[in-house]
């Protein structure tokens, strides 16, 4: 089984800082959520460990919204 190439995560961090930046202009976060797995684990140093994609959609909204 190959692994992930370079060329590939390139582009998928790409996707995701454009993902992100919308997100900041626009302020919808639901986007970015969706960029993650519903079974994802977020490590926020400052915020906790987030198990799921809705818990990184509450914890993302809730806390960009006040920005």
Do not use: C, K
């Amino acid at each position: 089984m190959a692994g992930t190439g370079r060329t590939e995560l390139d582009t998928a961090f790409a996707a995701y800082q454009e993902v992100a930046a919308e997100a900041a202009r626009s302020g919808d976060w639901n986007p970015w959520a969706e960029l993650f797995t519903e079974d994802a684990e977020y490590v926020e140093h400052l915020y906790g460990t987030m198990h799921g994609r809705e818990a990184i959609r509450a914890w993302i909204t809730e806390t960009m919204g006040t920005y």
